[in-house]
């Protein structure tokens, strides 16, 4: 069975970091790029960043470019999202996707069950 | 950026009834436009990819559809389990977009 399982997730102060992991399992980890996506409560989606099955490809969203940083470890399985010096605004549910073909597309499947990240004093 | 614009926000329906959600791209997108289901507390399934391609499982009922740079999702007899919101999203340049989203709710 295809799946991903995030963790990391808690209560930061603003300012703070935090480093999200999305371990996978059931397909060939390596050949797919993955998301991240999240969303405030009672919100839309947002998409935060994608990253090619490689890691030598990169994208971000201008509200996260400069402080999160994508990776992945194909030995381990494992996507990450390390998340400094944070705000309140990035308070959500963080999401790891899957693209669903064999480019950054065409649709994400499967995701994760989400990890909530809170951001306060 | 390429912004979605989704509409309506909102709608009221019953079981049997047919539903459609619309979806406009600000600029050309091609194919790669894709519909979402959200349900409280879980995670987005994967409906509809490359605007008219059902993705495996999902029942027939939903089908998808594109002109220019406006899509259509729609469900043909609405079932309980159906009720939930439904987010399309572009994958055609980043950073990828979705819409903000329309809540399908029980008449």
């Known amino acids: 069975e295809v799946q991903l399982l995030e963790s990391g997730g808690g209560l930061v102060q603003p300012g703070g970091s935090l480093k999200l992991s999305c371990a996978a399992s059931?397909?060939?980890?390596?050949?797919?790029?993955m998301n991240w996506v999240r969303q405030a409560p009672g919100k839309g989606l947002q998409w935060v960043s994608a990253?090619?099955?490689?890691?030598?490809?990169?994208y971000y969203a201008d509200s996260v470019k400069g402080r999160f940083t994508i990776s992945r470890d194909n030995s381990k399985n494992t996507l990450y999202l390390q998340m400094n010096s944070l705000r309140t605004e990035d308070t959500a549910v963080y999401y790891c996707?899957?693209?669903?073909?064999?480019?950054?597309?065409?649709?994400?499947?499967?995701w994760g069950q989400g990890t909530l990240v809170t951001v306060s004093s | 950026d390429i912004q979605m614009t989704q509409s309506p926000s909102s709608v009221s329906a019953s079981v049997g009834d047919r539903v459609t959600i619309t979806c406009r791209a600000s600029?050309?997108?091609?194919?790669?436009l894709a519909w979402y289901q959200q349900k409280p507390g879980k995670a987005p399934k994967l409906l509809i990819y490359?605007?008219?391609s059902l993705q495996s499982g999902v029942p027939p009922r939903f089908s998808g559809s594109a002109s220019g740079t406006d899509f259509t999702l729609t469900i043909s007899s609405l079932q309980l389990e159906d009720f939930a919101t439904y987010y399309c999203?572009?994958?055609?340049?980043?950073?990828?977009?979705f819409g903000q989203g329309t809540r399908l709710e029980i008449k």
């Open positions: 600029q050309g997108i091609s194919s790669w």
């Open positions: 990253l090619s099955g490689s890691g030598s490809s990169t």
């Open positions: 996707a899957r693209a669903s073909g064999n480019s950054y597309g065409p649709g994400f499947d499967p």
């Open positions: 059931g397909f060939s980890f390596s050949t797919y790029a």
């Open positions: 490359a605007a008219s």
């Open positions: 999203q572009q994958t055609n340049s980043f950073p990828f977009t």
